[in-house]
C-alpha cells in the first residue's frame, strides 16, 4: 500500500516497459499525460502525474479531481463523469490531419 496515495502497489503497467529507473518512469509517465490531455481536452478533462507516485490526477472542468491508479481507470472515471463511453480508439482521436 502506498502511504502517500492510498493505492495497493502494483506490478509496473506494460506501458512501462524498458524503464529501468525511475527517471525513466516519470518520463515515461509525463509522455502518457501529455497524450491523455491531447485526447481529454475535448470532454473538458485534465490529466497529470500525481506527483507522488503511479496513475493519474483527473480534474474535470468543474474542478473535480480524482486520483487513479491507472489509465484503464482514468477513461473508467472519465466515461463516467460524462455518463458515456469515451473509445481512444475512435475516429476523431486516431485520424490524421489532412495536408494542405
Known sequence: M??????????GHWTDAGADNAGDR???QMRRA????R????YGFTARPPG????F??????????????LESVWEDAARQ??????????????TPSAP
Open 2 to 11: 502506498c502511504n502517500a496515495c492510498g493505492f495497493p502497489t502494483r506490478p
Open 34 to 37: 501529455q497524450i491523455l490531455n
Open 82 to 95: 460524462i455518463g458515456a463511453p469515451i473509445d481512444p480508439l475512435a475516429p476523431r482521436f486516431t485520424k
Open 57 to 70: 490526477a483527473l480534474s474535470s472542468f468543474t474542478g473535480r479531481t480524482a486520483l487513479l491508479p491507472d
Open 39 to 42: 485526447l481529454l481536452s475535448s
Open 52 to 55: 507522488h507516485g503511479p496513475g
Open 26 to 28: 516519470l518520463r515515461l
